[in-house]
């Protein structure tokens, strides 16, 4: 068996065709959508996914904001930039880029945001609402998981899905997604003893880690669904997941390629969560 593709660069494209249209509408409509970005320090890959989301912002017509602050900056000068946000018009989204420095608190941070304009879907507000079913921002990566697996005409309930990882960002609201969706989940994490007797009941599996390769054939089911959330880089400097794509793609049915998978959906997330945003401030 050979593995069907899904392509998150496809569906991506797709999705970002007709946010282009509302942002569109938006504007004639008098609003023009408008996302912070806060970048903290040189690390060079947070600059490289903050110009990624900068692009995309531009191409479906959201107006980005860069705020770039030395990474010696003090977490209430910090703090003060985000409420002088929280009440700026033009701004209907606001993300400060993850990590920062070790000195500055990233739960104050997250819960100074507006749950409103917090469409990166981390306050709390936003965490709590997505766990009772209520209307709320959902985290770019899970949600855009979630979609992924819908448009591939996958389904998914009484599924028995296997997420491999439980940070806050990824691991464990990907599986409340799948949860409220009907599915049967199960988490797993470094201390899971036998993890492959785990994951080789998944029909879905979805891998949220960040250690190159370490799911193998040995690890999936025959014909299931394989998630690949992680991005490492190689020594090569090339990007790999965390799934041995071309040993597991002779085992699973369907598999997500890394780049070109996940990556493209979660910032297709971010553009939606935007959008909705600024929609929603726009109604007040
Ligand atoms: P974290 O480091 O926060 O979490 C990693 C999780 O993996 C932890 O829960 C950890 O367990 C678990 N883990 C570590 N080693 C093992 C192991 N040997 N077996 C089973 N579980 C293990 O990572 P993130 O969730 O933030 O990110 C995961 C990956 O996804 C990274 O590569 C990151 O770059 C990528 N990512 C990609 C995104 C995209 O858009 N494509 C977006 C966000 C992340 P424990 O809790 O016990 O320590």
Known sequence: MTAQIISGTEMARTIRTALADEAAQLKADGVEPGLAVILVGDDPASHSYVKGKQKAC?????????YTFPAAIDEETLLAKIRELNVDPAVHGILVQLPLPDHICEWSVIETIAPEKDVDGFHPI???????????????????????????????????????????????????LFLREHATVTYTHSKTPDLAAITRQADILIVAVGKAR???PEHIKPGAVVIDVGVNRLE??????????DAVKEVAGYMTPVPGGVGPMTITMLLHNTIEAARQLAAK
């Open 58 to 66: 531009a191409e479906v017509g959201i107006r980005s904001f860069l």
């Open 236 to 245: 090569n400097g090339k990007l790999c997941g965390d799934v041995d794509f």
């Open 126 to 176: 936003n965490v709590g609402k997505m766990m009772i079913g209520q209307r709320a921002f959902l985290p770019c990566t899970p949600h855009g998981i979630l979609v992924m697996v819908q448009s591939a005409g996958i389904d998914i309930a009484g599924k028995h899905v296997v997420v491999v990882g439980r940070s806050n960002i990824v691991g464990k609201p990907v599986g409340q």
């Open 214 to 216: 370490l799911i193998g």
